[in-house]
């Protein structure tokens, strides 16, 4: 009798073990379809009527025809004929120039080369001018902020807004040249395109908690000199949980809930004791996410920005903000963790952020 209860209960459990297996090799099985799905919807060629109604550059002219011919020296450096667009995000136009230009003009065409019948006129108010640098911004873990693009003027560097409205993923190229007051036009570079598709990898979709940075940026400790000559060491206390959702359409959410403690600095200083403010946190971000299969690349976009201990931070991002740059950011599995690793510029040095995230 107890042999046949042994059996009969080791029996139910391999059933049951076997249908929670197949039940995930099911659910996985939808996630990894969906993704060749998405991927498989960037091979597609964007017609000229979508790129004619689905692409904006603000104040740029719409000029009937193709631009003028170049002429003349002008210095045109590009660093690439290939870039990722996102949609509803669109994408940044990027180049340098050593010349006093006046604007630029930009042909859209399909990836066949059918051009559109009007050419893009962008002045020189409409561009963007300076080297693109990170600075620390709203995002609240502390041990990793993330950071909006802000301009440091150079003179050298300028970059054009593309905003798209319904552009779905697929390829087009565009033609781009410079001018400037003496009607000297540069030479015309060829530049595709490809809109990603939201999503793009089962592996790295699910519910993710942040655990560790592999750079040694979550050490609490910190000293700071005092005015008296001695110095007092600060260690940090916080009680805050980062989590990350990737969900398999591609879009995307974050959570940040807890409480971290924010350095009085002058204070400190003065009396030599340390003195910090307690910052409550339940913040939420909303968006999108791609992610770049050939190079292993992840790109989110926020949407929204929701802080549920004061309604009057909210936003809406209606063209996008970048977090993650799939120019900068990578992301894959490494023994059943999520690696997301970042680099960025803050103007004056270049940093790199190994973040390691734990499936809920």
Same mark, same amino acid.
């Not at 379809?33 to 692409?55: F, V």
């Given at each position: 009798?107890?042999?046949?209860?042994?059996?009969?209960?080791?029996?139910?459990?391999?059933?049951?073990?076997?249908?929670?297996?197949?039940?995930?090799?099911?659910?996985?099985?939808?996630?990894?379809?969906?993704?060749?799905?998405?991927?498989?919807?960037?091979?597609?060629?964007?017609?000229?009527?979508?790129?004619?109604?689905?692409?904006?550059?603000?104040?740029?002219?719409?000029?009937?025809?193709?631009?003028?011919?170049?002429?003349?020296?002008?210095?045109?450096?590009?660093?690439?004929?290939?870039?990722?667009?996102?949609?509803?995000?669109? @994408?940044?136009?990027?180049?340098?120039?050593?010349? %006093?230009?006046?604007?630029?003009?930009?042909? @859209?065409?399909?990836?066949?080369? %059918?051009?559109?019948?009007?050419?893009?006129?962008?002045?020189?108010?409409?561009?963007?001018?300076?080297?693109?640098?990170?600075?620390?911004?709203?995002?609240?873990?502390?041990?990793?902020?993330?950071?909006?693009?802000?301009?440091?003027?150079?003179?050298?560097?300028?970059?054009?807004?593309?905003?798209?409205?319904?552009?779905?993923? $697929?390829?087009?190229?565009?033609?781009?040249?410079?001018?400037?007051?003496?009607?000297?036009?540069?030479?015309?570079?060829?530049?595709?395109?490809?809109?990603?598709?939201?999503?793009? %990898?089962?592996?790295?979709?699910?519910?993710?908690?942040?655990?560790?940075?592999?750079?040694?940026?979550?050490?609490?400790?910190?000293?700071?000199?005092?005015?008296?000559?001695?110095?007092?060491?600060?260690?940090? %206390?916080?009680?805050?949980?980062?989590?990350?959702?990737?969900?398999?359409?591609?879009?995307?959410?974050?959570?940040?809930?807890?409480?971290?403690?924010?350095?009085?600095?002058?204070?400190?200083?003065?009396?030599?004791?340390?003195?910090?403010?307690?910052?409550?946190?339940?913040?939420?971000?909303? $968006?999108?996410?791609?992610?770049?299969?050939?190079?292993?690349?992840?790109?989110?976009?926020?949407?929204?920005?929701?802080?549920?201990?004061?309604?009057?931070?909210?936003?809406?991002?209606?063209?996008?903000?970048?977090?993650?740059?799939?120019?900068?950011?990578?992301?894959?599995?490494?023994?059943?963790?999520?690696?997301?690793?970042?680099?960025?510029?803050?103007?004056?040095?270049?940093?790199?952020?190994?973040?390691? @995230?734990?499936?809920?």
């Amino acid at each position: 009798m107890k042999i046949f209860k042994i059996t009969f209960l080791m029996t139910v459990l391999a059933c049951l073990t076997l249908s929670c297996s197949k039940s995930d090799d099911s659910s996985s099985n939808v996630d990894e379809n969906l993704a060749e799905q998405q991927n498989e919807t960037e091979n597609r060629t964007i017609p000229t009527a979508e790129l004619q109604s689905g692409i904006r550059i603000k104040d740029a002219i719409s000029k009937t025809g193709t631009p003028p011919s170049p002429s003349g020296n002008l210095d045109f450096q590009i660093s690439t004929d290939k870039q990722e667009a996102f949609q509803e995000a669109g @994408f940044d136009i990027k180049f340098s120039t050593l010349d %006093n230009i006046q604007g630029v003009y930009i042909l @859209f065409q399909d990836s066949d080369g %059918n051009k559109l019948e009007n050419y893009l006129d962008v002045p020189l108010s409409a561009l963007q001018t300076g080297k693109f640098v990170r600075t620390k911004e709203k995002k609240s873990n502390k041990h990793y902020k993330s950071s909006k693009q802000q301009k440091t003027l150079t003179g050298d560097d300028y970059t054009i807004d593309v905003d798209f409205d319904n552009i779905a993923p $697929g390829n087009f190229c565009y033609e781009i040249c410079l001018y400037d007051g003496n009607n000297n036009i540069s030479a015309i570079q060829t530049i595709c395109v490809e809109v990603e598709a939201w999503g793009g %990898n089962s592996e790295i979709s699910g519910e993710w908690v942040f655990d560790r940075s592999a750079d040694g940026d979550d050490e609490s400790d910190y000293e700071v000199t005092c005015q008296n000559g001695g110095t007092v060491t600060v260690t940090y %206390n916080d009680d805050e949980t980062w989590t990350l959702v990737l969900n398999a359409d591609g879009s995307y959410y974050e959570t940040y809930k807890g409480f971290y403690e924010e350095l009085d600095y002058e204070a400190t200083a003065s009396t030599c004791t340390v003195v910090t403010n307690k910052v409550d946190v339940d913040d939420k971000y909303t $968006g999108n996410w791609a992610y770049n299969e050939d190079k292993e690349t992840l790109t989110i976009i926020d949407f929204k920005y929701e802080n549920f201990l004061d309604a009057s931070e909210n936003e809406t991002y209606a063209d996008g903000e970048v977090y993650f740059d799939g120019n900068n950011t990578t992301a894959k599995i490494i023994s059943s963790e999520l690696v997301i690793v970042d680099t960025y510029f803050d103007g004056i040095e270049t940093y790199t952020e190994t973040l390691i @995230f734990k499936i809920k």
